[in-house]
């Protein structure tokens, strides 16, 4: 049998104690992943003509019109006001996202 390799004053006592830190870490991640995919967030457009709402997986939940948005003779205004409020809510997820997740990716990259 050949010699082990060095591992720079790694032990394998300490090298077993990183790999149950990252196990944990990871799980903690995919806990905390979970729950930011279960929580619901808000985007606003004007006047809250349309609201929208998306998972933290950014997938539209509900999307809610007011009549008064509806105009025949202006459809663009009615896209307008659906991208706002989607884009906000998105917004939203990923301010989330990085708030939850950033402490596990900070000094990696």
Known sequence: MGRMPNLGGMGMGNMQNLIKQAKKMQQ???AERESL???EF???SADDMVIATLTGDKKVKDLKIAPEAIDPEDPDMLQDLIIDAINKAI????VATEK??????KGLM
């Open 28 to 30: 903690q991640m995919e």
């Open 37 to 39: 995919n279960q929580t």
């Open 42 to 44: 808000v985007g606003k």
């Open 91 to 94: 917004s939203e997820v990923d």
């Open 100 to 105: 939850t997740m950033g402490k596990y990716t």
